[in-house]
DNA sequence: CTGAAAGCGCTTACAG
DNA sequence: CTGAAAGCGCTTACAG
């Protein structure tokens, strides 16, 4: 049989005063004598009282629910983030209700129809690769609910968005392969509606253009994010005119599958062929030749958006802001040279 | 400005009924008139009605919230257990708190010891690697909320139970590397007070057993679940007099840090020594060689515990299931011989 | 088949 | 500094 679980009125009846001086005390936001305050806590200590977090939503207009919305939590990257996330949100009280969206627009539009906006303080998001004409969000935020973007943001919405330094990072991926010694260097990018992919891009192709090497269409070869596609984009570049000697990756799954077609090709990576990635997945250690890469700091992106959500929420006051966290370059053998 | 989103009370005024017959129709559970029901259902459509789960979980008591108690999120195996859980909550209306426990009992019981347990409908919890004396969960079962334990479960505890099949897992990969001519076989084991080590080991032993090969103490080294953890036995394995020409990983992740280690000791793994993990992680496909492996049905293993806390939801009446799902051996390059 | 009413456990003006 | 009271949005006996 279910137990009883002491309520406020419990805690006022064994005290011999009101419930409502009991709630005041339990939050000390309000003038109660402090002698009353320690006897509620110590009571409530005693009956271990727990609130109970549907009466305090109800009352107070709140859920103390986070929404997370993602591709995707079976990758190193999300996973990641979500554990960031997790310790801010537990740390706070509030719960997090998750809705994958398979990386799909049309899961991701139907789940966000289906939202219970009315049970959800906040949402953080990360968009489905497809969702260009993500529609809804805007809504949720005229509607007073804070929205944070992180890792992919929309970027017609004015709200708080936490990301890595794309451009940065791929720049650095890329001048670190001109430096050692390679020079017809293509990228196996995202898809190209997202904002992320074209920051990778831009920092790919700025790094070519300063040190004088040439950008080749061709050689920039756009899909999703898995590591199938990888191989795909390898077989797509090895139809080129001029085959590259190197390659960026936009993440390290792409990578990892580029590497193992190259392996097909009998192409020795490390040596005749560079590869960098993007993420630091802890495969990029165990591949062999182990894989040179841009470190995405996600644990730290996920607890900087919930606090950013939070603040959102008890402010009330939406200021926006945009964090951008920079990576770092995690040399291994992918990218030597022979 | 925070909209005002459409209650129950809306739909009755602008129908003009009580709001008494709008709850009952919007939940076909009881007699309403067809006609009523449907005016209600319209009209809830076009308002965008979406229950607001406070005030229903409060009326019910009920919170619709399922705790999940685990380790770590940031591996194949849990991330994609969460990712089943996710799938039947969501299709239920329940919403799941997270708890990561980082694979220490102190931290799990803080967090249980902290649990609201008057908002937590049901518990979805795999044990850490030393909460052996898991006090704390038979209270939570006598107080009437339901636990399902997965993958790492409390023996003594007498509630459901998912897992997958450890015994045979291991006995089917032991006889693997035994088949396929290796005979000095060890076991990489993970900490001894988890049932599911002990059964891994037992398939082991009964392996060997069964084709006339001893069982040796020494080559049975226990420690804990990470890559480093894999290194680290190889290291102790190496100290033996006679030294072992295949090991069987407890799972993927010390059978990668085993690999690793050997490589370093200049061993050609599926070639001189065997290695078979358990997960299939994908990481071992990944790794070269490549990891032959026990697939565990991850996924599935979320699903059904998530299924099966829901029914003890439902029916309180609580009779505890035990559930055993196959893995399947994976065959790759390492467990070949030369 | 439907309505009026009590209640879930809390918060929060309003008095005093 | 504290109490009485209304209310949050629902559910659910109780009548009829």
């Not at 890595?164 to 017809?184: K, M, P, S, V, W």
């Not at 040439?214 to 050689?219: D, G, H, I, N």
């Not at 490390?270 to 644990?299: C, H, K, R, Y």
Request: net charge neutral; with cysteine.
């Amino acid at each position: 049989m279910r137990r009883h679980y002491a309520t406020i009125k419990d805690i006022a009846n064994a005290l011999n005063i009101s419930f409502a001086t009991v709630s005041r005390a339990l939050r000390d936001a309000y003038d109660v004598k402090a002698e009353t305050r320690e006897l509620v806590l110590a009571k409530a200590a005693e009956l271990n009282y727990k609130p109970n977090v549907n009466a305090k939503g109800l009352a107070q207009h709140r859920s103390y629910n986070l929404g997370v919305i993602l591709p995707t939590i079976t990758n190193y990257y999300f996973s990641t983030v979500i554990t960031g996330i997790q310790e801010v949100a537990y740390g706070a009280g509030y719960n997090l209700v998750l809705y994958v969206t398979n990386d799909s627009a049309e899961r991701e539009r139907d789940m966000i129809g289906n939202l219970s906006l009315g049970s959800l303080d906040g949402l953080l998001v990360c968009v489905s690769s497809d969702s260009a004409l993500s529609t809804g969000f805007q809504g949720i935020i005229d509607d007073g609910i804070p929205v944070v973007f992180f890792d992919r943001v929309v970027e017609d919405i004015h709200t708080s968005k936490v990301v890595q330094d794309d451009y940065n990072g791929a720049f650095e991926a890329t001048e670190h392969l001109i430096g050692n010694g390679y020079r017809n260097i293509a990228h196996i990018a995202g898809p190209e509606e997202l904002a992320f992919t074209r920051n990778r891009m831009q920092g790919y192709k700025d790094a070519l253009k300063k040190h004088g090497l040439p950008v080749k269409k061709e050689w920039i070869v756009h899909s999703g994010f898995s590591q199938a596609h990888g191989e795909q984009d390898v077989a797509r570049l090895w139809k080129c005119r001029q085959k590259p000697d190197a390659v960026f990756a936009v993440n390290d799954r792409k990578a990892v599958g580029a590497m193992l077609a190259l392996k097909q090709l009998n192409i020795l990576v490390g040596q005749d062929f560079g590869v960098v990635g993007f993420t630091n997945d802890p495969v990029a250690a165990i591949i062999s030749p182990s894989l040179t890469t841009i470190a995405e700091p996600a644990f730290e992106i996920g607890r900087i958006s919930c606090q950013l959500v939070l603040s959102h929420i008890r402010k009330k006051k939406f200021d926006a802001k945009e964090v951008v966290l920079p990576g770092k370059l995690i040399v291994r053998e992918s990218s030597k040279k022979a």
